[in-house]
């Protein structure tokens, strides 16, 4: 058992989370939330995408200024690289998502982190998406994420926060199981 | 007809209620749909097994039994243990007596069965967490192809038609039933979402043995952390057999059959796994070694370290490299799937507004909020040994003595209100906890 000589800070508000889920329990209708992103086109495989706005708690809510995101290929898709690939997006939301879950679990659990760090790797067949064999799917063909974590824990218990962090994940679960995905055109 | 206490269902929770009821000499009759014990008679397949060894079934008022106390009793076993035992306490029990409904009235509850109506100051529910199978919407779409059976009506592989099998659920049921598929000729995939992983046996003695030691069976409700995950956990993966083995993962994997993510959809014919089979393993993994540890620190506080094996860890579930992400249902590759995907309470017949919006008795370890109206038998009611046989001897005691003053007080209030025409509320002891 360690001791603990002062409070664990991830700086992580667990508290407030757990009396919101103390408060939603007696109004799950304040439970559903709907994220939103615009999405631009710049020039040639370059856009550009907003966050703003989302509606959760019953009501609209705002982030506290906009985000922008670019997203372009590399030059050796012949593009000119303003930004991320969308895979590569698409592995920051999943460590980003995770990574939250690691201190917000790891403050739960009274487990001062130190240091946190993802590596993702994606393998993908880019056959696919070039249309050259249809039996190749476009997406991953598999994501790894390997953790480097300082923390004052035991390995198991290192080991238990981010397999909790995994089952808590939305980014995980999207990625994990499938999604109904309607794209309409106005 | 008038009683004091009804108690609904005579399978080992019920009656151990009544045993307890008796004792105090609270006039009370048990009801009974069918037989005594008649979900181990009727909904059991054939080579089950109790998970629990012999000697775990310590019913209060139970004379010892002849039985060698670390088999595992086979379903005539349990249903002879249970309708002795019935007899042995001389149950009030009235078989065939189906409950249609339970109304509050002025001074209690009136039951109404096939049979007449009782009426009496209180109602305890006995009837079980496992009435009707859980099946998964998408079952709905599923080819007619596939022939599609539940645990409670699968009896043995030979009822199954030949060709492949997809059993889905980890839990005991699952694992033993795609066990016994799979030695049956049959290929059985297994699609495998969170579960609990417990060797049979560890450092030479029954898993049971060391959590009924160390105290792990009789953590109390008010005492864990996450109540609502405790209650919810699937069955250990476990069989009784005469050679004791551990019936997890790897064993499956070693017997041929093919692991696959949990069941999440079902598209143009085809089944959809999860990507989460690594992590649901090494959450299982992780959960198993924190017991082990438990364990081993129980072994080292009480001296057992010289009288048992050295302690030692298993290895961690064997992940297949790819496993598939989706399975045709229409190639005729699946021809039969397994439900083994839990069971949930029925309490249609239950007239009295306290089931939560998913369909859950509320309660406060068994007391119901319904004055005099008690719960039996379902998972991690009290303790964490709730819904096992050898769990129902201290939650029916706890709850007769709550019940035991609840009358009481009830009666003390109208006798008051009789003589004074005031209103007394009628105030319960607090339940005492009888930590281990």
Redesign the interface.
């Known amino acids: 058992m360690k001791t603990t000589t002062k409070a664990v800070d991830n700086g992580v508000n667990v508290q407030a989370l757990l009396d919101a889920r103390e408060a939603l329990s007696e109004a ?1 209708e304040a439970t559903k939330f709907t994220w939103r992103a615009t999405c631009t086109w710049v020039n040639g495989t370059h856009s550009q995408s907003t966050i703003d706005g989302f509606f959760g708690l019953g009501q609209e809510q705002r982030h506290r200024t906009e985000f922008t995101l670019e997203a372009d290929h590399p030059e050796v898709f012949a593009s000119e690289d303003h930004g991320a690939t969308p895979v590569e997006i698409v592995l920051c939301g999943l460590a980003s998502c995770l990574t939250a879950g690691v201190a917000s679990v790891a403050q739960l659990r009274e487990i001062q982190l130190h240091s946190v760090t993802a590596k993702l790797e994606a393998g993908m067949d880019i056959q696919g998406i070039l249309g050259m064999d249809g039996d190749v799917r476009n997406g991953f063909d ?1 994501i790894r994420v390997t953790y480097d974590i300082d923390a004052d824990a035991t390995p ?1 218990e290192i ?2 926060v981010v ?2 962090s ?2 808590r994940s939305a980014v ?1 679960d999207i ?4 999604t109904n995905v309607t794209v309409q055109v106005n | 007809m008038r009683t004091t206490a009804v108690v609904i269902g005579a399978g080992h929770a019920g009656l151990a209620m009544s045993r307890c009821l008796a004792e105090r000499s609270i006039d009370h009759v048990v009801l009974e749909r069918g037989e005594v014990a008649n979900s181990w008679r009727t909904e059991r397949w054939d080579s089950l097994r109790l998970l629990t060894p012999n000697w775990q079934s310590r019913l209060p008022g139970r004379p010892p039994g002849e039985e060698e106390p670390d088999g595992f009793r086979t379903m005539p076993e349990t249903v002879d243990l249970i309708a002795r035992y019935a007899e042995a306490i001389s149950a009030p029990v009235q078989i065939h007596t189906a409950v249609t409904s339970v109304r509050r009235t002025g001074q209690g509850y009136a039951v109404s069965t096939d049979r007449g109506v009782w009426r009496s100051r209180s109602v305890v529910l006995a009837t079980g967490a496992c009435n009707v199978p859980r099946v998964p919407a998408l079952a709905a779409a599923l080819p007619r192809s596939v022939v599609t059976v539940t645990p409670d009506r699968y009896r043995n592989p030979e009822q199954l038609p030949e060709g492949g099998v997809l059993v889905v659920g980890a839990s005991a049921s699952g694992t033993q039933i795609a066990d016994e598929i799979q030695r049956s000729g049959r290929a059985v995939t297994l699609s495998v979402g969170e579960h609990v992983r417990v060797p049979r046996a560890y450092r030479g003695r029954d898993i049971q043995w060391w959590m009924d030691g160390a105290g792990v069976l009789d953590e109390r409700y008010d005492q864990v952390d996450n109540l609502e995950r405790a209650r919810g956990l699937p069955s250990a993966q476990l069989t009784g057999s005469d050679d004791r083995r551990t019936l997890d993962l790897n064993a499956l994997t070693a017997a041929g059959v093919r692991l696959v993510g949990r069941l999440v959809g079902l598209s143009g014919g085809k089944a959809q796994f999860s990507g989460s089979l690594p992590n649901v393993c090494a959450l299982a993994d992780l959960k198993m070694d924190r017991l082990l540890d438990r364990i081993d620190e129980y072994a080292a506080e009480s001296g057992l370290e010289d009288s048992t094996h050295p302690r030692h860890r298993f290895e961690p579930t064997a992940l297949p490299t790819a496993p598939p992400l989706d399975l045709d249902l229409r190639s005729g590759e699946i021809r039969t799937i397994v439900w083994a995907t839990g069971y949930r309470p029925d309490y249609s017949w239950l007239d009295v507004p306290v089931l939560d919006r998913k369909g859950r008795v509320r309660h406060d370890g068994g007391v119901v909020e319904a004055p005099g109206m008690y719960v039996m038998g379902i998972p991690f009611m009290r303790r964490r040994k709730s819904s096992l046989i050898d769990g129902a001897g201290d939650d029916a005691r706890d709850l007769c003595a709550h019940l035991a003053s609840y009358l009481d007080a009830s009666s003390e209030a109208a006798r008051s209100a009789a003589s004074t025409r005031s209103r007394s509320p009628v105030s319960l002891p607090r339940l005492q906890g009888s930590a281990r």
């Open positions: 799950p598999g198991d080991r238990a397999a909790q995994q089952k995980f990625l994990t199981n499938p």
